[in-house]
């Protein structure tokens, strides 16, 4: 059975950087494309990025391009979302979710069918 874990989340000042993971157990991640979605409060899940599962592309929301960078570690079987510059409204709890077996990466939230529990990320000063 297939499990994602996510981790890292906290309370960081705007401009901070944090790096959450996300460890999945029972199947290996080279073979689905995993995505980080976040959800604030009020709000619908949206799409932030997504790596392919040969590892070879991603694929990032405009809002977040060029501060979020989406990495994975095949040894540890673990995705990673770095974030940086953070800004209040990146308050959200983020989620890791997969998509299906050898599949190609998608930003809709209907094609993942395995998710996280989410971790909280709250930028305040």
């Known amino acids: 059975q297939v499990h994602l874990g996510e981790s890292g989340g906290g309370l960081v000042q705007p401009g901070g950087s944090l790096t959450l993971s996300c460890a999945t157990t029972?199947?290996?991640?080279?073979?689905?494309?995993t995505g980080w979605f976040r959800q604030a409060p009020g709000k619908e899940r949206e799409f932030l990025a997504v790596?392919?599962?040969?590892?070879?592309?991603?694929s990032y929301q405009d809002s977040v391009k060029g501060r979020f960078t989406i990495s994975r570690d095949n040894a540890k079987n673990t995705v990673y979302l770095h974030l940086n510059s953070l800004k209040p409204e990146d308050t959200a709890v983020y989620y890791c979710?997969?998509?299906?077996?050898?599949?190609?990466?998608?930003?809709?939230?209907?094609?993942?069918?395995?998710w996280g529990q989410g971790t909280q990320v709250t930028v305040s000063s």
């Open positions: 790596i392919h599962w040969d590892g070879l592309s991603t």
């Open positions: 029972g199947r290996a991640i080279s073979r689905y494309p």
């Open positions: 979710a997969q998509g299906g077996y050898l599949r190609p990466i998608s930003i809709q939230s209907r094609d993942y069918a395995d």
